[in-house]
């Protein structure tokens, strides 16, 4: 069994928001008691307070998220000012929910050091090895979307946890590029990762926009850029905020979203990811995104189109569910976009959620939030990715598991289930058996028919050669006196096997009207004793 529950207040006042969306989960999942939950709220809503009436209301229940910059759901579409509780009941799949704190912004070695203790203190058992069985089958992670490099937040996941994938989104604000929030139980963090692991038979498949294919066109030529940690320092051989201030109009120090940059990690090669780039220096003439960039790179500037935005939205969930690999509905989908496509939207921003779910089936659950950046493995790589501008839409279910015997459930073994597979296996030796012996008897009758069948065709060869022999005396007895007058001319004739063969085979024809029944080398071997095995259906005939 697995449930996914949701429900979507959009009261500001907290106790009355924690209320009425615990009440709602509890009801829809029955006797199902909740294993964890994700909550997503607005930036400026009074997170504290929700987190602590959420944690009273959902005893043992944890809770990963963060603050958005908007929310989705089926039941109240793309809404700002919203809360968003998504709880997970599971009897089959468990979740292990955790947060890292205190992580830096660049330096990776620190993060990694950090996090191993951390996670020793919360009890995760970590082994770096791929064939390790107790790896998660699936993450979900919330980071700071500001204090920390999403990049480097994934790839020490993905180092961590090898065959796990992960998605999710950065937390967001609204704007003020100050500080986002981080949800764990009841705290409000800075500067952390809150996780939620699932183990066991978890079903999944994604689709996600990505780079180039998620609503935006190149502008311009790709330019040779010299970066330094999250900042541009040239492009084209110019100090970047000049090359930019020659196509655009730069004020007060900051630069839209709306417009990612498209960063080629590699000169030479298509592969591309967006970044965004949120400010620019005069005084220093760089420009600063919000994520680390590699050192030497080709950059190139985008141009939004609205209406593509809305298409691949729609196209992403569509192919998602087309490929999910089961004829049965996922049990729900989890939404994951960035700020940049509302706000290139804008007034029409909930014209993206309302558009990609207008033609899926009413009674699938979708639900998710406006992030900072976006967790998937990429499309052509299968690698865990941070992204940027991109939508990401996450498919989830149980697989399918038996109830018992050997493949039991939970792989707890009884007596009784034990005995029942003794007794299936007993009786599939003894079917096998019985088929075995089926099989002598019938090969034992095939070599029986294949003797009486030799047997036939030696008594064929010896009709057929009695058939020859009478032939070739009524060839000497009508051709006698021929014989006899040409030996008396000193001409006696010569024939050779294969002579006599045609004038017996011509003499079959004369009087039966169609040719001796054997090829006229078994013929001639017949009239000299030198029985072959014929071939039956085909006729004698000049070779």
Known sequence: MFKISISHSLTSDARVAASAMVA???RELGVCPPNAALLFSTFGNDHATLLQELTQLLPGCPIVGGSSNGEVSREQGYRVGSSLLIVFASDTITFRAGVLRNLTFDNEAFNLETAMQQWQQQGIEIRFDKGYSPMPALGLLFPDGLGLDGGSIVRLFSDTFPTTHFFGGASAENFTLTQTKQFFNHEVLHNAVPYLLFYGPLRHHWAITEGLDSGWRAVGKRLDAQCDGKYIHTLAQKPAVDYLASRYRLQGGQLSVCHPF??????????????????????TGRLESINLLPTDCQIQLTQPDPATILAVSRKNIHQALAHYPSTDTPTAALWFSCVSRALVLANDAANEFATATEA????????????????????????????????????????????TGIFGQHHQFSADNLAQDNKALTQALENTRAEIQRLQDELAQCRLLNRV??????EEMMKNRALALQLVCSLLDTRFADF?????KGDPPKLNKLGLARLVNDLHQQQYGKPFPVMLKQLANLLTDQIDVPCHGRPSHPE
């Open 360 to 403: 899926i089936a009413s009674d699938l659950p979708v639900a998710g939030f406006y992030t900072y950046g976006e967790i998937a493995p990429a499309r052509t790589t299968g690698h865990n990715t941070y992204h940027s501008s991109t939508l990401v839409t996450l498919l989830l279910g149980e697989e399918p598991l038996t109830s």
């Open 453 to 458: 069948a030799s047997h036939s065709r030696t």
């Open 24 to 26: 709602k989960v509890l």
């Open 484 to 488: 006899k007058r040409l030996a008396m």
């Open 262 to 283: 498209v960063i080629y990690p590699d000169r030479g090669s298509d592969v591309h990811y967006f970044r965004d780039v949120i400010g620019y220096c005069e005084a």
